[in-house]
């Protein structure tokens, strides 16, 4: 199992330009959330879906839409860039009623 | 209100010392417990988890950790360190099903031969 995946690893943006960040995982996990990481501030939930076709808000979701079509992805789209989202983005997964999340590798994006 | 509260924003260890990382929470349901860690760019492993039963939780890596309730902490030991284990440490809280885990800051860990 390859587990969690994200992609890209690293992106730079400017102001204004959109773009999708990709989350996968092959464990046939139900639930799927978006974290960002910011320094001393820990890790905060953006969005989560408890399966396909279900999406709901997290703590920090302006700025972020996602939408979950199948039960291995959930992508995270920017609409429009801004500075303050300059961040390392993390995406996990875990069993619906488990309380294990696993963790991708991360997504550092920096916005100019 | 959910909090996670980890006071060391880094502590510096030497080779083979014994380490103790703390951790104090604030959560209205029965508290699901969690050690995280982050090596440098990387993702977060989970060391360990405290869900019910034995307050005194093994990991892995030879990390373990003990849930105090009535003190609300959750901190994480190892008798020995090695310079592997260099990296930022993450407590965690949740409830059983719930949607979201709360996170502290994190402590960075520093190991000096």
């Known amino acids: 199992n390859a587990g969690v995946t994200q992609t890209p690893k690293f992106q730079v943006l400017k102001t204004g330009q959109s773009m999708t960040l990709q989350c996968a995982q092959d464990?046939?996990?139900?639930?799927m959330s978006w974290y960002r990481q910011d320094p001393g501030m820990g890790l905060r939930l953006i969005h989560y879906?408890?399966?396909?076709?279900?999406?709901d808000q997290g703590e920090v979701p302006n700025g972020y839409n996602v939408s979950r079509s199948t039960t291995e992805d959930f992508p995270l789209r920017l609409l429009s860039a801004a500075p303050s989202q300059t961040s390392v983005y993390f995406c996990?997964?875990?069993?619906?009623?488990?309380?294990?999340?696993?963790f991708g590798p991360g997504t550092r994006l920096t916005v100019l | 209100a959910q909090s996670v509260t980890q006071p060391d924003i880094h502590i510096t260890v030497s080779e083979g010392a014994s380490l103790e990382l703390r951790c104090n929470y604030s959560y209205g349901a029965t508290p699901y417990l969690f050690w995280y860690v982050q090596s440098p760019g990387q993702g977060l492993q989970l060391l360990l988890k405290y869900f019910s039963g034995d307050t005194l939780v093994q990991g892995i890596k030879g990390f373990e950790a003990e849930f105090k309730r009535s003190q609300s902490s959750f901190n994480l030991r190892k008798p020995s360190v090695h310079w592997s284990d260099a990296a930022e440490y993450f407590c965690?809280?949740?409830?059983?099903?719930?949607?979201?885990?709360?996170f502290g800051t994190g402590t960075r860990l520093t190991v000096i031969p």
């Open positions: 996990a997964s875990r069993l619906q009623g488990a309380n294990e999340q696993f």
């Open positions: 464990m046939n996990h139900e639930y």
């Open positions: 879906s408890v399966g396909a076709g279900i999406t």
């Open positions: 965690a809280v949740g409830a059983r099903g719930a949607n979201n885990l709360f």
